[in-house]
């Protein structure tokens, strides 16, 4: 009977390594369970070598073994180069809400990675996963394993996986890491979508504004000019803006586009991205859907990562780098150096300026009754819940104000070109009679 290696939790914590003789790693993973552990994988052991003759040679192979194809020791498999770019979001999401799925039924860890990778497209995290498969069959932990696609699996991901299989709650981990996941996910598909309507009615807008002015505006021009009517000043302003669209259009296109370039280069400063992160936050209107965002991450990240087992310290390392924020990082990072002092947590935040008094308040009784990271999530929850509504009420501000913005600017052409023709017709009239 085929012999498996089993490496398992046991009920104590540990990781421990049971030899198990079954008919198939399934039958082998079942024999684990009954004895109370976690399994995390499991191998074949390779057969023994034939037994020796009473000449101290090596008994011939029987003919079933001798038309066994014989392994050939080759150079290790490279990593495939073919897909470039990072992988997206939302398909690292899906990808951890079907390994806590698999995980949660019970299945080896490689079993569960082979099986996502077969079903996977061709893609660049296809091949991350059959790679990270590859190593844990070799003998890495899963972390470790991930650890090795920095790119893909941030240090949050890797050092929730890691308190995970040090608990021996992996599947509990993985299914709070994909909900975290999730979460995030909704609330930047809903930052978006609130984006996209507002930035298609001004493009569209300005394209058809540039329009007007390039190639409508001029021929009102050359028929003022050829009958030599007196032009208000709101005309005249017109007939300016028009002539300086005209000549310069290519710099009206350019400049914004090198505005742009510009601030994202002064943005990878350290003093750049701190004030544009600074000012993120005081921005009427957008700047309380960011602040409040922000911190609804960082509570939501800093209350995982505890409720997962990650060190107080340890975790604020973790959340200082995924906050997204130089302001909200910098007071972590006081927070940090606070702690390993002996300080609380409120105190420093509340210094910080940017977080709310109900989240210092709800932070330091959370501290005081020792269940800080219940208290975080609760945070999250409300701060999530108020993002949505701050997103709902600037789309109700925004489309009126669109509105009558739009107004406005037509309002102002057309008058502007009818007030020349006004005095013309009144000229006309005049010399009729």
Same mark, same amino acid.
């Given at each position: 009977?085929?012999?498996?290696?089993?490496?398992?939790?046991?009920?104590?914590?540990?990781?421990?390594?049971?030899?198990?003789?079954?008919?198939?790693?399934?039958?082998?993973?079942? !024999?684990? #369970?009954?004895?109370g552990m976690k399994p995390m994988n499991v191998k074949e052991k390779a057969e023994?070598?034939? =037994?020796?003759?009473?000449?101290?040679?090596?008994?011939?192979?029987?003919?079933?073994?001798?038309?066994?194809?014989?392994?050939?020791?080759?150079?290790?498999?490279? #990593?495939?180069?073919?897909?470039?770019?990072?992988?997206?979001?939302?398909? %690292?999401?899906?990808?951890?809400?079907?390994?806590?799925?698999? +995980?949660?039924?019970? %299945?080896?860890?490689?079993?569960?990675?082979?099986?996502?990778?077969?079903?996977?497209?061709?893609?660049?995290?296809?091949?991350?996963?059959?790679?990270?498969?590859?190593?844990?069959?070799?003998?890495?932990?899963?972390?470790?394993?991930?650890?090795?696609?920095? !790119?893909?699996?941030?240090?949050?991901?890797?050092?929730?996986?890691?308190?995970?299989?040090?608990?021996?709650?992996?599947?509990? *981990?993985?299914?709070?890491?994909?909900?975290?996941?999730?979460? $995030?996910?909704?609330? #930047?598909?809903?930052?978006?979508?609130?984006?996209?309507?507002?930035?298609?009615?001004?493009?569209?807008? %300005?394209v058809v504004v540039l329009a007007i002015m390039k190639y409508i505006v001029p021929?009102?021009?050359?028929?003022?000019?050829?009958?030599?009517?007196?032009? =208000?000043? $709101?005309?005249?302003?017109?007939?300016?803006?028009?002539?300086?669209?005209?000549?310069?259009?290519?710099?009206? *296109?350019?400049?914004?586009?090198?505005?742009?370039?510009?601030?994202?280069?002064?943005?990878?400063?350290?003093?750049?991205?701190?004030?544009?992160? !600074?000012?993120?936050?005081?921005?009427?209107?957008?700047?309380?859907? /960011?602040? #409040?965002?922000?911190?609804?991450?960082?509570?939501?990240?800093?209350?995982? &990562?505890?409720?997962?087992?990650?060190?107080?310290?340890?975790?604020?390392?973790?959340?200082?780098?995924?906050?997204?924020?130089?302001?909200?990082?910098?007071?972590?990072? !006081? /927070?940090?150096?606070?702690?390993?002092?002996?300080?609380?947590?409120?105190e420093p935040l509340a210094q910080s300026g940017v977080f709310d008094d109900i989240?210092?308040? +709800?932070?330091? /009784?959370?501290?005081?009754?020792?269940?800080?990271?219940? $208290?975080?999530?609760?945070?999250?929850?409300?701060?999530?819940?108020?993002?949505?509504?701050?997103?709902?009420?600037?789309?109700?501000?925004?489309?009126?104000?669109? *509105?009558?913005?739009?107004?406005?600017?037509?309002?102002?052409?057309? *008058?502007?070109?009818? &007030? =020349?023709?006004?005095?013309?017709?009144?000229?006309?009239?005049?010399?009729?009679?």
């Open positions: 009977m085929p012999t498996f290696t089993v490496e398992a939790i046991d009920p104590k914590g540990k990781r421990v390594s049971v030899t198990v003789e079954s008919s198939s790693s399934a039958e082998a993973v079942t !024999k684990v #369970k009954a004895k023994a070598a034939a =037994p020796l003759t009473p000449a101290g040679k090596q008994a011939p192979p029987t003919m079933a073994a001798a038309a066994m194809p014989v392994p050939t020791t080759g150079p290790k498999r490279q #990593k495939s180069t073919l897909f470039l770019g990072r992988v997206r979001h939302k398909q %690292l999401t899906q990808f951890t809400q079907q390994l806590s799925v698999l +995980m949660d039924a019970g %299945l080896p860890i490689v079993r569960s990675l082979k099986i996502l990778a077969n079903q996977m497209k061709p893609s660049l995290l296809k091949n991350i996963v059959t790679e990270v498969a590859e190593d844990v069959e070799t003998g890495s932990s899963l972390s470790e394993a991930l650890g090795k696609h920095p !790119k893909t699996f941030d240090k949050l991901y890797v050092n929730m996986v890691k308190a995970g299989e040090a608990g021996g709650v992996l599947d509990v *981990i993985l299914q709070r890491l994909a909900g975290f996941m999730e979460r $995030m996910e909704a609330l #930047k598909r809903k930052i978006i979508g609130a984006s996209i309507y507002p930035a298609v009615v001004i493009t569209i807008a %300005l021929k009102f021009r050359d028929v003022f000019d050829s009958v030599g009517v007196e032009m =208000p000043a $709101m005309t005249t302003m017109l007939m300016a803006i028009s002539a300086f669209i005209e000549d310069f259009w290519y710099v009206i *296109i350019a400049t914004p586009i090198v505005l742009f370039f510009a601030v994202k280069a002064w943005g990878r400063t350290r003093s750049g991205r701190f004030t544009l992160d !600074k000012l993120k936050l005081h921005i009427p209107v957008l700047g309380v859907i /960011v602040r #409040k965002s922000v911190i609804g991450r960082f509570c939501r990240t800093l209350g995982t &990562l505890l409720q997962s087992g990650v060190p107080i310290l340890e975790a604020l390392n973790i959340v200082k780098n995924a906050t997204g924020n130089e302001v909200i990082a910098q007071a972590i990072g !006081k /927070v940090h150096d606070s702690i390993r002092e002996g300080e609380s947590i409120a989240v210092i308040n +709800m932070i330091d /009784v959370g501290e005081e009754t020792g269940e800080l990271d219940k $208290m975080l999530v609760k945070v999250a929850d409300n701060y999530d819940a108020e993002v949505d509504a701050a997103v709902s009420a600037m789309m109700s501000i925004l489309e009126p104000m669109l *509105i009558v913005g739009l107004g406005l600017t037509v309002g102002f052409i057309v *008058i502007s070109l009818f &007030l =020349p023709l006004i005095s013309l017709l009144q000229g006309i009239g005049s010399k009729a009679k």
